[in-house]
């Protein structure tokens, strides 16, 4: 029996379960450009991330012989990831950093 006073129970609304983190992976493997799509937690894109390298992928821009660029036009360093400043001569560069040695860094473009 029901009772057309009480109000009426309605069930509790359950919420749909999140949508798991998507990332965007961009590498080459063997000289071919990949894009590998991982959805999960981060630790699902640190497996993925490690799988990569264990098949010998590399990132674009760590590419023996490419050549970075920063936003300001300079090519980056090899060796420190910073953008080059400018030589005296039109369109050089090189590295102002210092090695762990004290030495000047050798990297030129």
């Known amino acids: ?4 006073t009480s109000p009426q129970i309605q069930p509790a609304q359950v919420d ?3 949508k798991p983190a998507s990332f965007t992976i961009v ?3 063997e000289g ?3 894009t590998v799509e991982v959805e999960g937690k981060a630790d699902a894109l ?6 990569l390298k264990d098949i010998g992928a590399v990132p ?10 920063s936003r300001s036009g300079a090519p980056l360093c090899p060796v420190h990831h910073s953008p080059m400043k400018a ?7 090189f590295c102002p950093k ?5 030495d000047y860094c050798p990297e030129k473009a």
């Open 87 to 93: 030589s005296r001569k039109p369109g050089s560069f």
């Open 46 to 51: 640190k497996l993925m991330i490690a799988r």
């Open 1 to 4: 029996m029901s009772n057309p």
């Open 32 to 34: 071919f450009p990949v």
């Open 16 to 18: 749909a379960p999140a």
């Open 98 to 102: 210092r090695l762990p040695d004290g």
């Open 60 to 69: 674009p821009a760590s590419k023996p012989g490419a050549k970075a660029e």
């Open 27 to 29: 590498c080459e493997v």
